[in-house]
Structures are given as C-alpha cells and as structure tokens.
C-alpha cells in the first residue's frame, strides 16, 4: 500500500564510492522529484522528471545522476561520493509538473558518508 | 522571484495550548500554499493546501491556515496541541516547482 518508496533506507559509504538509491511510486504520478534534505533541515530539490524526462535540473554537482526507466520508478546514482553528500534524500511524486499538484513524499533515505 | 520565509526556527508550547506558525512569502501572482509536516525519521505529509476561494483553509490533524494577501501571509494554526504534534513543519509556495521554508521546528512541553 506503500504509495512512494525507497530503497534503501540508510546508506553509510566511504568517500570515492558510487553508490544508488531507488524509488518507486504505485500513484500512477506522472512526475517524479529528487530532493536533499541538509543537516539543518533545509530542503532542497535536485531534479525532477514528467514522463520520464528531465525538467528540472538544479545546480547539482554532474556526480548526480537521476534515471527514469518508466513513469512509476526515479532512481539517483551518485558517482565519487563526497563527504558533503552526506543528508536525507527525500524522493516524491506529483500528479502533474506545476501547481497546484502537491506532491508525495517517500520516507527518505539517510546517506552517510565516511 | 518565488521564496518563503519562516521566521522561527524553533517554537515552544505546552500540550493543550494553542499554536500558530508563521509563513509569509514573496510571490507575484496568486499563490499555490501548502504546509506539510515532517515527523522524526519520516517523510513529509502534506497538511492543508490553498489554491483559491475561501481564505480559511482546513487540514488533517486539526490544523487550518490562513491566507491572507495584504500580510503575504499563511499562518499555520491548531486551538489546542497535541504531543504528537511535535515535529518539523514546512510551509511550501508553487508556481512552476515548489519552494519550501525552511522550516518550525515544533516542541510540546507535557
């Protein structure tokens, strides 16, 4: 009944490592969000994707790699992990790309990086 | 440019007490709002949302928003606090992607 998930749920990884994390959503959402969550809360999107295509892309390090294979699936691969990395990354989904679509938040995964 | 402003980091309340969080936000047009709230280790949940029409707006949980455009204002509200209601909470602006505060952090003395 899960209606957006990822995998995994804690990640703890050393500096230089490539790692990735999944998220799934059951919603039938056409649009599907990265976002990083800082030590002070503070939340910040990175990507998102409508059908599975890219339409927003902040100014977030080329190590970040989003992918959509369908609709239903935003996965986020992180190349040569830094110790700045390390926060909650939050996946979502929206039923549409603008307002006044909110937007569905997975629980968040908790990257540390050593 | 769109941006939202929570002045308080950290607010205190004793359970049973009435609470409002401050929102205000810099938008050109008629605003989407939103306020989600983030429990400890868990994602954000979507609380009440206003788009149009009347300017008092309810929520899940017991909590309702005001939007008041003369303030640039969204302040979230609950009559009485429950300890469960300790969490982080986000007010959120959308136009073409969503921005969010920077969030209240929310404490409930018993």
């Known amino acids: 009944d899960t209606a957006v998930s990822q995998t995994p749920k804690y990640l703890v990884t050393q500096m230089g490592n490539d790692k990735s994390i999944k998220c799934e959503q059951n919603?039938?959402?056409?649009?599907m969000y990265w976002y990083k969550q800082d030590s002070k809360k503070f939340l910040k999107i990175m990507f998102s994707?409508?059908?599975?295509?890219?339409?927003i892309n902040e100014t977030v390090p080329n190590r970040f790699s989003p992918k959509s294979p369908d609709k239903a699936h935003l996965n986020l691969h992180i190349n040569s992990l830094e110790l700045g990395d390390s926060a909650v990354y939050f996946c979502?989904?929206?039923?549409?790309?603008?307002?006044?679509?909110?937007?569905?938040f997975g629980p968040g995964t908790r990257l540390t990086v050593t | 440019a769109q941006s939202v402003t929570q002045p308080d980091i950290h607010i205190t309340v004793s359970e049973g007490a009435s609470l409002e969080l401050r929102c205000n936000y810099s938008y050109g047009a008629t605003p989407y709002l939103f306020w989600y709230v983030q429990s400890p280790g868990q994602g954000l949940q979507l609380l009440l949302k206003y788009f149009s029409g009347d300017t008092l707006v309810q929520g899940i949980k017991g909590f309702e928003a005001e939007f008041k455009r003369s303030q640039s204002s969204f302040n979230l509200r609950k009559p009485s606090v429950h300890w469960s209601d300790a969490a982080e909470y986000f007010c959120?602006?959308?136009?073409?992607?969503?921005?969010f505060g920077k969030g209240t952090r929310l404490h409930i003395l018993p």
């Open positions: 959120a602006v959308a136009e073409d992607k969503i921005i």
């Open positions: 979502a989904s929206s039923q549409a790309p603008s307002a006044p679509y909110e937007q569905y």
């Open positions: 919603l039938g959402h056409d649009t």
């Open positions: 994707y409508n059908n599975k295509e890219l339409i």
